[in-house]
């Protein structure tokens, strides 16, 4: 008998549920150990790549070219978008008073350069995430179901991978309400992944969003705080309030996201995901 073929639907609902239920048992057996855990749980964000990679080779597909189709424009947003995120919620904080400037963190030469360095090593630790969310499960839902929708279920997916590492990590570190952390941020990563769409659209190449991605989450800690890991920035006051992965960030990104979605539909007929259509919707 012929060997039935996987439809696309269900190649990638077996590529969702096969990233998130291997993260989360990872996940869960690494905090057995708490303070194992702690130490360890970004291993799993090398799991969507590995994936996205047998999924590829079992399918028979070339494997994507992160630098394929790299365009100024693109790595210009992808470098700048984070920072202005980041600077955007340390302003509305400081503005209303929620948190105050450190100055015996005041960032020096050395730190600067120390934190340009970590941006390039972080390149290929978020690599692990980008290959497998824009560069193999974006690009797939778009031939289904356009720009948009795709991004809604990018962003879904994304935030329900995280969950059980944010939930588990607030336990450990000693963060009041862990439930509440747990899904203001799952509600940040899923506005953010209309930002990062549209970076990825810019060009189709994942650099700038590796960039993105990157930037995000060094600046991000250094400036307002690690909630993975409770420890603060250089803004000093309730770190899950500031955070940009916290209540500022789901304000300020909540509503840069209701800009996004008009800018998604309007790129229609610009430079699409590789493999992609120019006949399906946008």
Same mark, same amino acid.
């Given at each position: 008998m012929k060997k039935r073929e996987m439809?696309?639907?269900?190649?990638?609902?077996?590529?969702?549920?096969?990233?998130?239920?291997?993260?989360?048992?990872?996940?869960?057996?690494?905090?057995i150990q708490p303070e194992v855990g702690v130490k360890t749980f970004s291993v799993i964000m090398f799991i969507p790549a590995l994936v996205a990679v047998l999924f590829n080779i079992m399918q028979g597909r070339r494997l994507r070219n992160p630098g394929r189709k790299l365009n100024a424009k693109a790595l210009a947003f992808g470098i700048c978008y984070p920072l202005l995120l980041v600077g955007l919620c340390a302003a509305v904080s400081v503005l209303s008073g929620v948190g105050e400037w450190n100055p015996d963190k005041a960032m020096d030469l050395k730190?600067?350069? =120390?934190? !340009?360095?970590? @941006?390039?090593? #972080?390149?290929?630790?978020? /690599?692990g995430e980008e290959y497998g969310w824009r560069g193999f499960l974006l690009p797939v839902l778009v031939k289904q179901y356009g720009r948009l929708k795709a991004t809604f279920i990018v962003g879904l997916v994304w935030a329900l991978y995280h969950t059980p590492a944010v939930f588990l990590l607030a336990k450990a570190t000693g963060m009041s309400h862990p439930l509440l952390i747990c899904a203001?941020?799952?509600v940040v990563v899923f506005a953010v992944s209309f930002p990062f769409s549209y970076c990825f659209f810019l060009s189709g190449s994942l650099i700038p969003v590796l960039f993105f991605h990157s930037i995000?989450?060094?600046?991000?800690? =250094?400036? !307002?705080?690690? @909630?993975?890991? #409770?420890?603060?920035?250089? /803004?000093?006051?309730?770190?899950?309030?500031?955070?940009?992965?916290?209540?500022?960030?789901?304000?300020?990104?909540?509503?840069?996201?209701?800009?996004?979605?008009?800018?998604?539909?309007?790129?229609?007929?610009?430079?699409?995901?590789?493999?992609?259509s120019m006949q399906r919707p946008a």
């Open positions: 439809s696309p639907n269900q190649a990638v609902l077996l590529f969702i549920w096969t990233v998130l239920i291997a993260s989360w048992l990872i996940t869960i057996l690494l905090f730190s600067i350069i =120390t934190i !340009l360095v970590t @941006i390039v090593v #972080n390149l290929f630790v978020v /690599l203001v941020q799952a995000w989450n060094v600046v991000n800690t =250094t400036v !307002l705080g690690d @909630i993975y890991t #409770n420890e603060p920035g250089q /803004l000093e006051g309730n770190l899950f309030v500031m955070n940009g992965e916290g209540v500022m960030g789901l304000i300020v990104s909540g509503v840069l996201m209701l800009w996004f979605i008009p800018k998604l539909r309007s790129l229609r007929g610009r430079t699409l995901p590789e493999g992609t």
